[in-house]
């Protein structure tokens, strides 16, 4: 099946690729996927003294449509506070990126990455961790 | 002139030879007759152009050609020879022996037949691909009644050891089938010195059209026979019914006549070519070759590039139609079960990519490809937080992944 132009452009030119210093407190980090599955990924937030998200970078290993969901995922937490972020829906990314059905998965894992790395921020900031709902797969 | 997408996926298909067009062409309008009418020229010209067919198939693989049997293709004719066989055979015994690195027709026949009563042995192969000639014997019994292997493997491009297989199997009494769809027209393959009794293969992977194949069964020592699972008109000896795809057969025909002319030629250039791609991406750091190197079909190569992606991998290839044995590339997220038998862990046969060279692939393409390639998998590297881990030292068996 062909690729959305989204995907593609997502996929060709990627969004916020890279690393951000995993030590230092104000940043969280997820990785979540495994690589039997063919797709894990890392993505890292950066949040001020206000829990505004100022700066957001992946790294994926997967499919095209694994790629764009988390470089899509952190073009929209940038700016975001972590409780607006929190709210992103999986649903979200594939309307955006019109992913067909065996591509969902892609966008689950985006959204566990979204809110394992706002977790990991809070954590490692004395605020407790929220529960999140067991992901769909 | 280099013109893009470039296709490096013979294995899946291959285009038509012009040639073989061109003798197809009359079939479809001036000489469209009926091959089974007996009583006018229409079917007499029909009837005339298929028997030459025949003999242009059976002499590329050194049989007769009254042991041609027409089908639809490859995957009919291993349904036919497996069914075939079971059906025309069971009261001397119900024990199939096959490959667990079979391709889906043999395989998904084989478990078809087990719901009526068959006992089907799937063995394992080695990690080259190859298979134990000593386990094949230790699974024989008085029982058996077939051994079904395949003569080169569609995704790594393997060859069995055919001689020997099809002796072990006479040895106990059974006979001997071989799916040589990759092999036919690729390398010689004959089957008297081989010892074949039955083998299935097809028009468009050899540069002839799609929708049509054949099955060879052995008429002497021994004479073979198969229950037919098409019934009707009584075509093809009894065991295929169905008006014959005249012009298909022509170009089939013809597909087989070049091949026995150009194979050698096309081989050696082609595994000079299939080797420069290979060493070249070899040249990538943690790649490697799936497959046994010195026993395969000479146009293929399936290679892993560790840490990236197939399906992004292959996206990133542009202008290149390859394959890959990564789960996202079929509806099952399943890697290729065919690199899973090998005994290759998940996360390396999610990162393959199968590249099939052709008759028609220049040494231009495949510059084109190493360097595409070569370029897609450093970019996805950049990407892929696998490889940061590699490079950074940290032992990625170590970390408590969350299977999803």
């Excluded at chain 2, 394992?124 to 699974?139: F, I, P, R, T, Y």
Aim: with cysteine.
């Amino acid at each position: 099946m062909a690729y959305s132009d989204k995907v593609i452009d997502h996929y060709s030119n990627p969004r916020n690729v890279g690393t951000l210093d995993k030590s230092k407190k104000n940043v969280g980090t997820g990785l979540v996927g495994a690589p039997e599955c063919g797709d894990v990924m890392r993505l890292q937030i950066e949040v001020d003294e206000n829990n505004i998200i100022t700066d957001a970078k992946f790294k994926t290993f997967g499919c095209g449509s694994a790629i764009a969901s988390s470089s899509l995922a952190t073009e929209w937490l940038k700016g975001k506070s972590i409780d607006d972020a929190i709210t992103i829906d999986n649903m979200d990314i594939v309307e955006e990126l019109a992913l067909p059905p065996v591509k969902i998965h892609c966008s689950v894992l985006a959204e566990d990455a979204i809110k394992s790395a706002i977790n990991d921020y809070r954590v490692k900031n004395g605020l407790p961790a929220l529960e999140l709902e067991k992901s769909h797969h | 002139m280099l013109t893009t997408p470039i296709y490096l996926d013979n294995n899946a298909t291959t285009p038509m030879d012009p040639r073989v067009l061109e003798a197809m062409l009359p079939y479809f309008t001036q000489k469209f007759g009926n091959a089974a009418s007996r009583n006018h020229p229409f079917g007499w010209v029909a009837e005339e152009a298929v028997d030459y067919a025949r003999e242009q198939v059976a002499k590329l693989i050194g049989a007769s050609e009254k042991e041609i049997i027409f089908t639809s293709g490859a995957t009919e004719s291993d349904n036919l020879a497996i069914k075939g066989v079971y059906e025309m055979y069971k009261d001397k015994g119900n024990h199939i022996i096959t490959l667990t690195t079979e391709h889906k027709a043999v395989l998904d026949t084989c478990k078809h037949l087990e719901k009526l009563g068959a006992q089907v042995t799937y063995l394992e192969v080695e990690s080259d691909g190859l298979v134990d000639l000593q386990k094949l014997e230790a699974a024989m019994t008085p029982q058996t009644i077939l051994v079904s292997v395949m003569y080169g493997n569609n995704e790594i491009g393997v060859i069995q050891p055919i001689k020997e297989i099809s002796a072990i199997a006479h040895k106990h009494g059974a006979l001997f089938f071989s799916d040589a769809t990759q092999a036919v027209g690729k390398i010689p393959v004959n089957v008297n010195e081989d010892g074949i009794d039955l083998m299935a293969f097809t028009g468009h992977k050899m540069y002839g059209p799609k929708g049509v194949g054949a099955l060879y069964v052995r008429r002497k020592n021994p004479r073979v026979k198969v229950t037919s699972q098409m019934d009707g008109g009584g075509h093809e000896r009894g065991m295929r019914s169905g008006t014959l795809n005249v012009p298909g057969i022509v170009g089939f025909g013809k597909a087989c006549e070049l091949c026995q002319l150009e194979m050698e030629q096309d081989a050696k250039r082609l595994s000079a070519l299939r080797d420069k791609l290979e060493n070249s991406l070899l040249e990538l750091e943690e790649s490697y070759v799936n497959g046994n190197k010195a026993n395969r079909l000479p146009h293929t190569t399936n290679i892993s590039f560790k840490y990236v992606e197939g399906e992004g991998l292959m996206m990133a290839m542009k202008d290149m139609a390859v394959s890959s044995g990564s789960a996202c590339t079929s509806a099952s997220l399943e890697p290729s079960y065919v690199l899973k038998n090998l005994g290759l862990s998940d996360d390396l046969a999610h990162s393959s990519i199968r590249f099939g060279l052709g008759r028609f692939t220049t040494e231009e393409e495949v510059d084109f490809a190493i360097e595409n390639t070569k370029k897609a998998v450093n970019h996805l590297r950049e990407l892929s937080p696998l490889w940061e881990m590699f490079k950074e030292g940290i032992d990625l068996d170590s970390i408590e992944w969350a299977e999803h």
